[in-house]
């Protein structure tokens, strides 16, 4: 479990440095929405408390990770389809954020947290089972 902790809290915190750096440097992001930015400030925020979780209770800072990665990815991409500020056209708005390499980073962030921490939770399920499902029964 200790190897999980630091995993996860290495991408927690891949998250957090990426949001921080779309903060602090994606000016248009303060002016056309700051309500996004808002939220942004939110995500960063969990992502700092959920790598202190990691150290203190491991499945609820597992299963923070995972709801927290998870709505961040579907706000995310809701931006990506419907999110654009008013009076700026759809198509430009998400021109601008698939072109922005800090954007897509944190996108491919949040789905890496997803799949850790459901694979962090699914393989000791699986343990034993899933490698056993090809196996032909010999009689």
């Given amino acids: 479990m200790r190897i999980v902790r630091l995993i996860l809290s290495a991408a927690l915190a891949a998250s957090a440095l990426v949001g921080i750096e779309i ?3 994606d000016y248009w992001l303060w002016s056309a929405s700051p309500t996004h930015a808002y939220g942004l400030i939110v995500f960063v925020a969990l992502d700092a408390a959920l790598i202190l979780g990691m150290w203190r209770a491991v ?4 299963f923070g990770a995972l709801l927290t990665a998870t709505v961040q990815l579907v706000s995310m991409l809701g931006d990506i389809f419907a999110g654009q500020p008013a009076g700026t056209p759809a198509a430009a708005f998400r021109s601008y954020l698939l072109a922005d390499a800090s954007y897509l980073g944190l ?3 949040q789905g890496l947290i997803m799949a850790i921490a459901v694979g962090t939770w ?3 399920h699986l343990h034993g089972h899933w490698l056993a499902w090809g196996r032909t029964v010999k009689q």
């Avoid at 499945?59 to 597992?62: D, F, K, L, S, T």
Wanted: net charge positive; hydrophobic share 60%; charged share 10%.
């Fill in 122 to 124: 699914a393989l000791p």
């Fill in 23 to 25: 903060l602090s440097t």
């Fill in 107 to 109: 996108l491919v962030t």
């Fill in 59 to 62: 499945r609820a800072a597992i």
